[in-house]
């Protein structure tokens, strides 16, 4: 396959799946061409152990968690009220149909995403990665090197604490 295809194919899974992580779209842009750069620099490391968009994935990941890095000292760098207002919370192609319904789902994301602060890793990664990111239980055990019933138990167990969570926030108020 041509890097040409491998990028058109590819591109718009590793996007989304930056988006997932770093929730800002000019950010998720510039680390997906990072990572495209990096796989490129890097093809003839591919082994053929997992699958390219595995092993493009793992790529996306580590060049996240350096830009991350580098980004700690910055403020805003978390997921806010306006990042939200920009799509965050939803399918950017359904319009809401209300301006209720968009509050609500505004307040529904907020709460979840305040939740999921609560979660250390790897339970908050992959739960933003299964619901946000539409990766699926393979390909998040892929991403860790652990196989997909890994997958599957950690995202339960994060699904049951984020339940956990919103339910105590409902019983406090």
Not at 24 to 33: C, M, P, T
Not at 96 to 115: G, H, L, Q, S
């Amino acid at each position: 396959m041509e890097l040409e295809d491998v990028y058109k194919l590819y591109y718009p899974d590793v996007f989304r799946f930056l988006y997932v992580l770093c929730g800002k779209q000019d950010v998720a842009e510039e680390l997906s061409q990072e990572t495209f750069y990096k796989a490129i620099r890097s093809i003839h490391k591919f082994r053929g152990d997992c699958s390219m968009k595995s092993w493009l994935y793992q790529i996306g990941k580590n060049t996240y968690l350096t830009w991350r890095k580098k980004q700690r000292h910055l403020a805003g760098t978390e997921l806010t009220e306006s990042d939200l207002e920009k799509g965050w919370y939803g399918s950017q192609d359904r319009e809401p149909e209300n301006v209720e319904e968009t509050v609500i789902r505004r307040n529904e994301a907020m709460r979840i995403y305040r939740a999921l602060e609560h979660l250390s890793e790897p339970y908050k990664e992959v739960f933003c990665l299964r619901v946000l990111g539409e990766l699926s239980f393979k390909e998040i055990g892929e991403l860790y090197g652990k196989g997909e019933g890994w997958a599957r138990v950690v995202y339960h167990r994060s699904k049951l604490k984020v339940q956990n969570i919103l339910g105590e926030e409902r019983q406090q108020s």
